[in-house]
């Protein structure tokens, strides 16, 4: 599920301007000096065009009378919009976008689609205090590439195996799944998008969407050892799948690839 943002941040334009147009000039002078004297030819000008900036041009703007100091969330489908922008407003969200001047104390931007399960599992992985994190737009991304149904399975794995890559040297090898085996045989990558990318593209074309799921992958996956503990490995990875849903659900994201049965 994706949304449209629109941010609108309080700002105060004039007193941020002038500061960094101080630093800027102060170093100006000590690099350059004899630029700085023939842009002091120049200070005239400067100063009738930013007196024009700030007193005359944002009086021209329109008047926008949909301009709040808040994220507003353009999503007409979705029953539980009040709940997700008061999410979104607690959240530290670190979106990128073009900004434009609204009018003297704001500054508008639409930043376009923010998707939800991007949002879910980074709480989930700060919930652990995981580095995985800042990747979490990265399982997003192979899951749409790739077509896995089951997005939670890679991020569950992981918090299962090395506590979202906290334990041994699953931090170093940029392995946090397990993958490859213990010891000499763990795999080592270079980057963890890297990781996540080659994990999720081996484990489809093995298991396929119909059997993308902690239960049917632990005999392969886990091996024989896990195989005489029960289901030991695969009620922990899906528990772990139970905890991103309690997270999507504040979203308004609906719980899915949940196990119940493991008794086949």
Known sequence: MKIRLRISVEKRFIKNRISIFQYWFSNFRSKYPRRFYITLLFLPFCLITLLFKFF???SLLPNDS???NK???HNSNNDNIESIENNLISSNLNIKGEYTVADNNYI???VGFADLRVLTLEDYFNSYESPLAEYSDDFIEASEKYNINNWQLLPAIAIAETNGCQTG???EQKNCWGWGGA?????EFRTFDQAIEVIASRMIKTYGNDR???RDIQSTYCGSWCMQNGWKWAKGVNFYVFRINDFGESYGLDRTNEIYD???
């Open 71 to 73: 994220y507003q969330i």
């Open 169 to 171: 040297e699953s931090f």
């Open 212 to 214: 993308m799921n902690a």
């Open 56 to 58: 005359v041009s944002d």
């Open 66 to 68: 949909e301009l709040y």
């Open 183 to 187: 010891g000499k045989n763990r795999v």
């Open 262 to 264: 493991f008794s086949n």
């Open 108 to 110: 508008r931007s639409d």
